[in-house]
T-cell receptor
Framework: NAGVTQTPKFQVLKTGQSMTLQCAQDMNHEYMSWYRQDPGMGLRLIHYSVGAGITDQGEVPNGYNVSRSTTEDFPLRLLSAAPSQTSVYFC???????????FGPGTRLTVT | KNEVEQSPQNLTAQEGEFITINCSYSVGISALHWLQQHPGGGIVSLFMLSSGKKKHGRLIATINIQEKHSSLHITASHPRDSAVYICAVRSTQGGSEKLVFGKGTKLTVNP
């Protein structure tokens, strides 16, 4: 099993550009989530999904969209990138919401 | 005040030392997680516990629900244990559960 995969590993965007961070898991997990990690702060939840077709907002959802058309994939879309979105983004999955989470390797995003 | 506080923020130890990292929280929880973030950035789940104590190899995690406190112990520490250790609680505050993360404890183990 590949576990949780994320692409790209690194990305540089200009302010106003849009892009999609990809996340996929091959463990048939129902629960998937996106976090951002900023210096001096704990991981913060952006969006999450409890199953295909169901998504909900987390703590810091503004400027991001998600969709969950399949169990495996949970892409995160930045609609119009801003410097405040410079961060490291982690995707995670778990069998269900209350179970142990498995994290992807992260995407380091810089917005100039 | 942060809902999850970890101490110390930074910890330097010599190889072989016994390490303790602390986590205190101020909300009701259904579970507590300990995570390890390697220098390369990857995050691995070490423990999930809701009571008592769990052990895996040289790592031991304990939780005291009444005192709202958890500890992560590393016995016979090794340079490969150098990482950031993150405590996260599954908070039941406000009616819906959410994971709240501490800021992490950076551990450096010198040979």
């Amino acid at each position: 099993n590949a576990g949780v995969t994320q692409t790209p590993k690194f990305q540089v965007l200009k302010t106003g550009q849009s892009m999609t961070l990809q996340c996929a898991q091959d463990m048939n997990h129902e629960y998937m989530s996106w976090y951002r990690q900023d210096p001096g702060m704990g991981l913060r939840l952006i969006h999450y999904s409890v199953g295909a077709g169901i998504t909900d907002q987390g703590e810091v959802p503004n400027g991001y969209n998600v969709s969950r058309s399949t169990t495996e994939d949970f892409p995160l879309r930045l609609l119009s990138a801003a410097p405040s979105q410079t961060s490291v983004y982690f995707c995670a999955s778990s069998l269900q919401r209350r179970y142990e989470q498995y994290f992807g390797p992260g995407t380091r995003l810089t917005v100039t | 005040k942060n809902e999850v506080e970890q101490s110390p923020q930074n910890l330097t130890a010599q190889e072989g030392e016994f390490i303790t990292i602390n986590c205190s929280y101020s909300v009701g929880i259904s579970a507590l997680h300990w995570l390890q973030q390697h220098p390369g950035g990857g995050i691995v789940s070490l423990f999930m516990l809701s009571s008592g104590k769990k052990k895996h190899g040289r790592l031991i995690a304990t939780i005291n629900i009444q005192e709202k406190h958890s500890s992560l112990h590393i016995t016979a520490s090794h340079p490969r244990d150098s990482a950031v250790y993150i405590c996260a609680v599954r908070s039941t505050q406000g009616g819906s559960e959410k994971l709240v993360f501490g800021k992490g404890t950076k551990l450096t183990v010198n040979p």
